[in-house]
């Protein structure tokens, strides 16, 4: 099945649950482009899709200024991966299509 779509993921943090909507859109050549949003903003993505592996990074400024490398593996309309925020380490991801 297709990564292509919109998603509800939800991140756990020391923070607290944290919530965003990720747009999908594979380009046919081993990449994707996309958006996502949540509490912190809006911003364009860009990433790879390695068989059901999406992976792709991006940056946060609140609470504090982060770079984020995030991975998840689809599963029909469900997902689940990690998000690897510098010192906090990788925090867990899951989603499920919008």
């Known amino acids: 099945m297709s990564a292509a779509g919109t998603w509800d993921i939800r991140i756990k943090t020391p923070i607290g649950d944290q919530a965003a909507q990720i747009t ?3 380009d ?3 990449g994707f482009s996309g958006n996502v949003s949540g ?3 809006s911003m364009p993505i860009h ?3 390695d068989g059901n592996r999406l992976s792709w990074d991006m940056k946060t400024t609140k609470p504090m ?3 984020l490398n995030c991975h998840a593996d689809v599963e029909g309309d469900t997902m ?3 998000v ?3 010192f906090f380490g990788t925090m867990p991801l899951t ?3 919008a």
């Open 95 to 97: 989603g499920t299509r």
């Open 47 to 49: 990433g790879k899709i």
């Open 84 to 86: 690897k925020a510098g």
């Open 39 to 41: 509490d912190p903003g």
């Open 65 to 67: 200024p982060l770079d």
């Open 28 to 30: 046919g050549m081993g």
């Open 80 to 82: 689940s991966g990690g």
């Open 24 to 26: 999908v859109v594979p």
